[in-house]
């Protein structure tokens, strides 16, 4: 006795089909997809629009400087004059022979601007 199932269609996952080429195509396809399922995922969406960054203009940039001489945990007085903390520190090698590197610090507050795309009109 013989049931009368229609004979199954040809499934993609069979290899053992000498016609067509699937086997290729399986060989070329395989690779892009591992690729993509194992890149990293640490990924930036980077929109069309423009940023800018500038200081903050309503402050001023700081420099810093510390003595690096072990033991000695002189700072400089902050301030947004390089050439005046550059003086301090000098002034704290002529009094301290030995203490000549410093710890230099410069930061400020920046300020990221949106700049609005220019849509067509
Ligand atoms: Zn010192």
Not at 17 to 37: M, T
Request: some cysteine; glycine content about 8%.
């Amino acid at each position: 006795m013989q049931h009368a199932h229609p004979p199954s269609p040809a499934r993609p996952e069979g290899n053992a089909r000498p016609e067509g080429r699937p086997a290729e195509s399986r060989l070329l396809a395989h690779p892009v997809r591992q690729c993509g399922r194992d890149a990293p995922m640490t990924r930036s969406v980077i929109r069309h629009t423009e940023h800018r960054i500038i200081r903050d203009p309503e402050t001023a940039p700081n420099v810093a400087a510390s003595c690096l001489h072990p033991g000695c945990g002189w700072a400089a007085r902050p301030g947004p004059d390089v050439a005046e903390v550059d003086r301090q520190c000098m002034t704290h090698t002529g009094l301290n022979s030995g203490h000549s590197r410093f710890l230099r610090g410069f930061w400020d507050i920046a300020l990221v601007h949106r700049i609005e795309a220019v849509t067509e009109a």
